[in-house]
DNA sequence: AGGCGTTGGCTAACAACGTTAGCTCCGGTG
DNA sequence: CACCGGAGCTAACGTTGTTAGCCAACGCCT
């Protein structure tokens, strides 16, 4: 994996093309798909550099030995300074798993934003939704992570999940539909990670049947 | 809640009425839907009365005061007992984690191949989906439970997942959009118990989009 | 009736976890 | 030169899952 991903994130600006808001209320019948940006992509908090090198450490430790590997021990150790020193630079383990989750939501909203731009009306949701799942395999134990609990909303940067759940609404150009389909492509992430589908199963034609489920027809 | 739900499942016998296997085969074209069960429902594992007491302990200790209060000092304390004597019924909190979900399973499988039994082809997936989502929002950490870990495959009752999985295959009449539509509840559910939608949605025309896409046109 | 093993409780304890308190050292600034 | 804040440290607390070892009660077999 890229171990530079927290410091990539806090470092690119990509400006996100502000759309006109007529189209919000277009309504799905005869759309051009896909809808243009609209929400603005929010930006980073400021981090100092040790925090940075601390997230990123995280990161790669998550990655690599799994969450239950994910402590402040551990962590602490990776960097090479004991657990209590952290708090110097973190208030805590939840703050630091929000910042990776944040990691992960900035990621998904660049990729599936600039996958939307690339593509036309017909292969959107396929294309969108291979994207989605391409990134959480690529990063099981964040998207995981993302997924755990109740997402301490408040100390999220405000406007991020709306901002990364976007492409979903481009591609369908109807605001239900579009959180179905997000909902849809986190379930099969889900238990494709987790091995839960039934053993031998071809899970692309299992992706397939979901891209044509959303595809209007 | 219902506090006897372990019980419940432990003593009801259900004869699933086993179909001929030529309709796997049959393929989705022009299929009569719903599809006949064929699955048999897996005989649920002896438990000991006591260990069906604690299950049902851990399962309203789960519920009333949700996963962060299921430890082995708290559920033995509403016992009345101390927690290494739990160790003298069970092998440890993974195996009442693991009891707990085969209660999912049991309760869902239950619940949705009646439901199918009792609709046509029209509206199969959107009941389904209805009472597939019933099933999670009544059980909330139960279901919730059934998602964190990849889901220790080895001791869980043999065949009751697929048993449990099987009402969407007699839904759909074919096995990936069936696995695809199974992904889009769980993902669904997920999402709205944790309450990750954007505030305000009306989630019923979110689940009423999702048995859209998914109803055949 | 009497020994005896199994069942099911107990306490004490361990390792690992997140976290807090309080000390120290070191580098920059007045 | 004084000092002050940043960033490390150790010690410790409370919780968690879990193990070891002890003991009382009950049923059973001779």
Tied chains: 1, 2.
Excluded at 98 to 112: C, Q, S
Excluded at 142 to 164: C, F, I, N, Q
Excluded at 179 to 193: C, F, I, Y
Aim: aromatic share 6%.
């Amino acid at each position: 994996m890229s171990t530079d991903a927290v410091g990539v994130v806090a470092a690119s600006t990509a400006a996100a093309g502000v759309a006109a808001a007529g189209a919000v209320a277009a309504g799905a019948a005869g759309m051009a798909l896909p809808v243009a940006r609209i929400a603005p992509r929010p930006v980073p908090p400021a981090r100092s550099a040790r925090v940075t090198e601390i997230l990123q450490a995280a990161l790669r430790l998550l990655e690599d030995e799994g969450a239950q590997s994910l402590t402040m021990r551990r962590l602490g150790e990776v960097l090479g300074i004991r657990a209590p020193s952290l708090y110097k630079h973190l208030p805590g383990k939840p703050a630091v798993e929000t910042a990776l989750i944040e990691t992960a939501l900035w990621e998904i909203g660049d990729v599936l934003h600039r996958v939307v731009d690339a593509s036309g009306p017909d292969d959107v949701v396929g294309r969108l939704l291979a994207e989605y799942r391409r990134y959480a395999l690529g990063r099981p134990n964040l998207y995981r992570l993302t997924a755990v609990d109740p997402l301490g909303r408040t100390d999220l940067t405000p406007g991020l999940e709306d901002w990364s759940g976007e492409p979903f609404y481009r591609a369908t150009g109807e605001p239900y539909l579009a959180q179905a389909l997000w909902a849809a492509a986190h379930g099969t992430v889900l238990l494709e990670l987790a091995g839960r589908f039934l053993p031998g199963s071809d899970l692309d034609r299992t992706w397939a049947a979901l891209a044509r489920a959303f595809t209007v027809r």
